[in-house]
């Protein structure tokens, strides 16, 4: 068994790779995005204020606190017109510029040439006094950093250098693009060239620190990611361990008892009402419990939402015993509402194992039923509600968010919900490794539950 289980694990760790380099790449992506949107309101606040310098500034300490300042791989590969030096370039729209020019055209000493030319004349416009011809300026400027058609950037151009009442055959600007255009070398954007950035890199940080257990800095406090995760994931899996014990418990007694011949009148009307809890939505059955069940409702026997803080004084048991009084009402509801599925599983799972020949040998013996069905029967039929049970606990850890936002819980599903909202990417990606990395572990368990369950299997 040993054995298969290592082989099994590595072939988990390309698998885990694969999943936190998707969880990097959306990371990114979703950083690249953030970035795009601190731009674009930082330059609209700078042109207003003209504060240039200080809108740079604050552009290029975000960019360095997220660490998107750095080449993203080991290597890249792009065209050969591309230079090295482009992943410099932090603002979004001069970025997308420049690869539109290079695509066009192709030769960077030129095109560099012209884009510093065309940074000294925004700048100039930036001081221009009168605000109506600043304004219209502007306008113009903004369409030189979006086209790439001679014909149109010319048109800005005139239009640029009639408001500044230069002589348009005097433009620098224009004898700049012209040169572009003379010297264009289009065929070097379809040339792939591969450069090697070495290890200063986003990947590489970002990997290094995750086998530290660095997930990151959140964006919305600048706490650690980790810190937050184990603060929410603590009360997540007491909940979660205690729903999935009392729910798999109460599933095998109630398909044990179903599969008793005794109990053939009650299986139907039980089945019946199964059927029934389970269309009712998870969130309608959390108000019922909470108007049944809560202070405030009819019976006012348990706390409506929330987890009490406890001291330390009070000693780990009480603070145990004092969550799980909190969570008393989170756990029965999720327990009422995955119950059906599980306990008709186990009883269909029961029913195909009694038709074998060694329970009719069993029961042959002059065995009860209880210990045909409990000790030859349950048995066999384990193997797919290892596979359930494995699955369902990183399920309850993801799918918890509508009960603890209902019942106010500050776990991992209120976390998610909140980070969401307040589009705090690093804590997002970090649950969703989390839970990768849960399924992965469960998925490792299960193998190793089968060959317990059924000696029969043989790993090789």
């Not at 640029?160 to 572009?180: D, G, Y």
């Not at 289009?186 to 590489?204: D, I, M």
């Not at 005794?262 to 998870?282: G, N, Q, V």
């Not at 603890?404 to 649950?431: C, K």
Request: charged letters at 15%.
């Amino acid at each position: 068994m040993f054995r298969y289980l290592g082989k099994r694990l590595l072939i988990l760790i390309p698998s885990l790779w694969l999943i936190l380099s998707i969880v990097f790449v959306l990371n990114k992506t979703a950083l690249t995005q953030t970035a795009s949107s601190f731009y674009s309101q930082e330059s609209k606040t700078g042109y207003q204020s003209g504060q240039e310098e200080g809108k740079e500034r604050a552009f290029q300490q975000y960019l360095h606190r997220t660490g998107q300042d750095l080449p993203l791989f080991y290597f890249s590969l792009h065209s050969l017109a591309e230079p090295d030096t482009l992943s410099r370039i932090t603002a979004p729209r001069d970025f997308a510029f420049l690869k539109k020019m290079l695509l066009t055209y192709g030769n960077w000493p030129e095109i560099r040439r012209y884009y510093q030319s065309l940074l000294r004349f925004e700048n100039k416009v930036s001081r221009v006094s009168n605000v109506a011809v600043r304004n219209k300026l502007q306008r113009a400027v903004d369409g030189l950093f979006v086209n790439t058609d001679p014909s149109q950037t010319k048109l800005y151009l005139r239009k640029c250098c009639t408001f500044l009442h230069v002589a348009q055959a005097k433009c620098p600007l224009e004898e700049q693009l012209n040169a572009v255009i003379d010297k264009a070398q289009p065929w070097r954007s379809f040339v792939p060239a591969l450069h090697w950035n070495g290890v200063q890199t986003q990947y590489h940080h970002w990997f290094t620190q995750l086998l530290q257990a660095d997930l990151g800095l959140s964006l919305r406090d600048s706490r650690p990611v980790a810190g937050i995760i184990g603060e929410a994931l603590g009360n997540t899996l007491m909940m979660v361990l205690a729903t999935t014990a009392f729910t798999f418990l109460l599933a095998t007694l109630l398909g044990i008892w179903l599969s008793h011949p005794a109990h053939f009148r009650w299986r139907k009307p039980i089945l019946s009402f199964l059927y029934l809890l389970d269309t009712i939505p998870l969130f309608i059955l959390a108000l019922v419990l909470l108007l049944v069940l809560s202070g405030s409702g009819m019976m006012g026997i348990f706390p409506v939402y929330g987890l009490e803080n406890t001291a330390h004084d009070d000693g780990f048991f009480a603070r145990i015993f004092s969550q799980l009084y909190h969570l008393t009402i989170p756990v029965f509801c999720l327990t009422l509402a995955n119950l059906p599925y599980l306990s008709n599983q186990v009883y269909r799972a029961l029913q195909q194992v009694e038709s074998q020949e060694y329970i009719q040998t069993a029961r042959a013996k002059g065995l009860s039923e209880y210990t045909v069905i409990g000790k030859h029967a349950l048995r066999n039929a384990l193997l797919p509600l290892i596979t359930l049970f494995t699955g369902f606990i990183p399920a309850f850890i993801g799918g918890a968010l509508i009960t603890e936002v209902i019942f106010a819980i500050p776990g991992m599903g209120r976390l998610l919900a909140d980070s969401v909202l307040a589009r705090d990417n690093p804590v997002v990606l970090g649950i969703v490794l989390c839970l990768a990395l849960a399924k992965m572990l469960f998925m490792l368990l299960a193998d190793g539950l089968y060959y317990l369950a059924d000696p029969r299997i043989r790993f090789r």
